[in-house]
Nanobody, 121 residues
């Protein structure tokens, strides 16, 4: 099956950390720029972070800059989002994706299934 399978969902305390992972199945990530998106309740889905094919360029939304780090391990066909200093406003469903262009929803080629991240005391 050609898909992106996510893991790492959970409940995290404010100030805590969480690492999300996304593994490609049925294709390899080497040829794709990749990204993480999120959708909070009542809000539009937005780009959180993206990285290009050769890791030469990255993007971070202003809201997560300095706290989140995107990475990829092409040998494992996996992408990651390390989230530190989490805030309640980070609560959302997070989606991994392959992208063309850059880091907007309209750039997405394929979506992961999404994983709930809840930041709360």
């Amino acid at each position: 099956q050609v898909q992106l399978v996510q893991s790492g969902r959970g409940l995290v305390q404010p100030g805590g950390s969480l690492r999300l992972s996304c593994t490609a199945s049925g294709f390899t990530l080497d040829s794709y720029a990749i990204g993480w998106f999120r959708q909070a309740p009542g809000k539009e889905r937005e780009g959180v972070s993206c990285i290009n094919t050769n890791e030469g360029s990255t993007y971070y939304a202003d809201s997560v800059k300095g706290r989140f780090t995107i990475s990829r391990d092409n040998a494992k066909n996996t992408m990651y989002l390390q989230m530190n200093s989490l805030k309640p406003e980070d609560t959302a469903v997070y989606y991994c994706a392959t992208v063309s262009g850059w880091c907007k929803v309209v750039d997405v080629l394929r979506w992961g299934q999404g994983t709930q991240v809840t930041v709360s005391s």
